[in-house]
């Protein structure tokens, strides 16, 4: 079965920095669009970043030029980057992949921006 588990989340002050990995397995991971989402409390869960098959990104336009999405087909995961982090970025942080007409998430992971 298709599982996604996050890592790399944390307690981080404003203007700083983390990585997240996302770990793949129960797919062909290199065929797949790979996206990452998130959600603050009290508000819908939203799009942040996504990363073709090919390795094109797309970003929403509160991240762009803060954050980088990439992957890594050989170790079957997804990372991001995320530079001049702002209070507004705390959030619970998940990888998704649409495979057919199902999304599979991960467990998700908090990112919390705070001094």
């Known amino acids: 079965q298709v599982q996604l588990v996050e890592s790399g989340g944390g307690l981080v002050q404003p203007g700083g920095s983390l990585r997240l990995s996302c770990a793949a397995s129960?797919?062909?991971?290199?065929?797949?669009?790979m996206k990452w989402y998130r959600q603050a409390p009290g508000k819908q869960r939203e799009l942040v970043a996504a990363?073709?098959?090919?390795?094109?990104?797309i970003y929403a336009d509160s991240v762009k030029g803060r954050f980088t999405i990439s992957r890594d087909n050989a170790k079957n995961t997804v990372y991001l980057q995320m530079n001049s982090l702002k209070p507004e970025d705390t959030a619970v942080y998940y990888c998704?992949?649409?495979?057919?007409?199902?999304?599979?998430w991960g467990q998700g992971t908090q990112v919390t921006v705070s001094s």
């Open positions: 998704n992949v649409p495979v057919l007409q199902d999304d599979y």
């Open positions: 129960g797919i062909i991971f290199r065929l797949y669009l």
């Open positions: 990363i073709t098959r090919g390795g094109s990104p």
